[in-house]
Structures are given as structure tokens and as C-alpha cells.
DNA sequence: ATTTAGTACTATGTATTGCATAGTACTGTT
DNA sequence: AACAGTACTATGCAATACATAGTACTAAAT
């Protein structure tokens, strides 16, 4: 159903940014290690997707960066979290909680046996 | 943090059009029920944000309503779920598992005693 | 009959982020 | 110099939560 998938897609607002941060928090990583690490977990995102992310991250001051050279093709950015992105990411896993535990119960409160006002 | 509160209303995305279809799933009921069992579950939303969400949800043929005269105002929309409905909620619901299950993932990957790049 | 308060719903525009697409630049190889 | 692979930047669209303003219905009060 087309429609579940662009709600799915919906839903991916603001967890993505949670999640990027997630996967650098405490591990220095360059775009496609990121992707990588999103990958391991089941979240598939695509560059033209996590760039965007990191830039508006790394402007918010909630992630840093340093160059580094490569012999296989142009110099990588190496991302890390800083301590004002540590304290964002322990905020939003706070939030996501409480929404995590609210759809819970609301997935859940029809599957009573109690009656129904049908 | 005003940013976090941002990235929470983000996150809400798509996830309050499965909330408020679980709210009403075999249970049919009209706004002001739908309001208070999201509250019930934590979930606070106001009627202006959860009449647009109704009436996207009826326009796609996931929801139906019946009105029924009120004698304490004006008549009021019974909401329940259409077969439609149901399907699509299965299939949201099956979505937000699989992203909780990724995020999860991702939030303890760096709790570990692994060693990092720093 | 009119006015008021409470209630239920409709209409509309803004803000924000995921997404897709196109583009530029660097490196090693040919 | 050209090419393939890699890394990153730029840009506009789509969709939904949200806030705000508005209309309409009902019973009670005047």
C-alpha cells in the first residue's frame, strides 16, 4: 500500500536525526560509515538524505568535523558528536521514549476484552 | 532546548494518523473521545490538530462516520475504522515496529566497552 | 425572539524535514 | 587527457503537524 509507505516515510521525520546522531555518539565516523551503521541497524538512508542531516547538525552545533585525506578519491569529513549534541541526543531519546510507550498503550487498548460502544 | 522540542513535533510526523486510527480501532468514537484517549495514553493533541488528520483519514477511506444529534450542542461525527483502515493500520503498525526496533539498535550501539576511533 | 455560553466542526496558511535529483571536486588508473 | 569510483554540495518538491480564525448547533437565560 502506497500510502503505509509514505506514512512510514512521514514517520521518518526527526527520528532520522536521532538516529544519525545515535550512530556517531562516541564513535567519529565519515558519511559512509554512518550509512554503514544505519545499515547494521535495519534503517536504510541514502546520501542525499544523511548529508543534509549532517549540515544542518554540524550548523546547530550538535556535531563537529575534521579532514582527513584519502588515497581513494577526495578528502572525507569525520563527524563527531559534541557535548552540546550529547545533551540534544539525550533529550530526543527522552522524547522518543514517552512516544514509543504512547503508541504502545494506543496499539494496544482495543485488544480488551472489554466491551465496545458498538 | 527549544531544538529538541522541534525535533519531537517532527517526530510526530506520521505517527499521529496511526495514533488516532489505534485510538479509534473497534472502538468507534468522536472527537472529543478520540482527544481523551490519546491523553489517556500521554499522547496530547488538540482539535486543531486532530480534525485535519480525520478528515484525510475519512478522504482515503480509512475511516467512516455516522452523525448523531448531541443535546449539548451541535451534532457530533461518529469515527470508526473501514476494513481499509484496519489494513493500513496492520501495515503502519508494522512500519513503526521495525523503525523502534532500529532505533533501539542504534541507541545502545555505543554503550558497549567496544573500543572507538577517538 | 434574541442573546449568550458551551460545544463541534471547517478552512487556511506556515514551518519543517525527508527525499530525489543534479551538480562539482578529488584521487588513482588507463 | 579521459575515465571510473568516491565524497560532498545545492536545490526544489511533497507531506503533515500546528496555530489561528471562522461557522454552526444547542440549551439556557433574558
Known amino acids: ?14 527520528v532520522l ?7 556517531i555518539n562516541g564513535n567519529e ?18 546520501e542525499g538524505t544523511l548529508y543534509p542531516i549532517l549540515t ?7 556535531l563537529s568535523y575534521r579532514w582527513e585525506e584519502s588515497t581513494s578519491g577526495p578528502p572525507r569529513k569525520y563527524y ?11 533529550e530526543l531519546q527522552s522524547g ?7 503508541v504502545s498503550m494506543l496499539l494496544t487498548i482495543n485488544h480488551s476484552t472489554e466491551p465496545t460502544n458498538i
Open 1 to 14: 500500500m502506497e500510502k503505509a509507505e509514505s506514512t512510514i516515510a512521514q514517520m521518518r521525520k526527526g
Open 17 to 23: 536525526e536521532m538516529s544519525v546522531l545515535a550512530a
Open 29 to 46: 565516523a565519515y558519511a559512509s560509515d554512518i550509512l554503514e551503521r544505519l545499515k547494521h541497524a535495519q534503517l536504510i538512508v541514502v
Open 56 to 62: 544542518r547538525l554540524k550548523n546547530e552545533g550538535f
Open 80 to 90: 563527531s558528536v559534541t557535548q552540546a549534541g550529547h545533551d540534544f541526543l539525550n
Open 96 to 102: 522518543w521514549n514517552d512516544m514509543v510507550s504512547s
